[in-house]
Nanobody
Framework: QVRMVESGGGLVSAGGSLTLSCAAS????????MGWYRQAQGKERELVAG???????YYKDSGKGRFTISRDNAKKSVFLQMKSLKPEDTAVYYC????????????????WGQGTQVTVSS
């Protein structure tokens, strides 16, 4: 059974930083592309960053220069470093896995976690 558990969310002031972590189990982690997507209240889900099995990355324009995605295959974990946070970054952040990065970018997720809340106050 695949399980993905996010952590690291919280309340932060605008301009602050947070690092989200996602620990995965039950899958051959190194073979999958991993991504972070978010869903704000009343808005559609959006992929903010993704990383392929061989380390290629994707960032949504809103996160370029502020977000950094990384992975540690030995620990079966993926991370999202977020800096210069803005109130519009407020959302529930989920990690997701899919076979290929371009599938994640297209909005296809094979597995995902329960999410962690990020709230950025102005």
């Amino acid at each position: 059974q695949v399980r993905m558990v996010e952590s690291g969310g919280g309340l932060v002031s605008a301009g602050g930083s947070l690092t989200l972590s996602c620990a995965a189990s039950g899958l051959t982690f190194s073979r999958y592309a991993m991504g972070w997507y978010r869903q704000a209240q009343g808005k559609e889900r959006e992929l903010v960053a993704g990383i392929s099995s061989d380390g290629n990355t994707y960032y949504k324009d809103s996160g370029k220069g502020r977000f950094t995605i990384s992975r540690d295959n030995a620990k079966k974990s993926v991370f999202l470093q977020m800096k210069s946070l803005k109130p519009e970054d407020t959302a529930v952040y989920y990690c997701a896995a899919q076979t290929l990065l371009n599938e994640l970018v297209a909005g296809s997720f094979r597995w995902w976690g329960q999410g962690t809340q990020v709230t950025v106050s102005s």
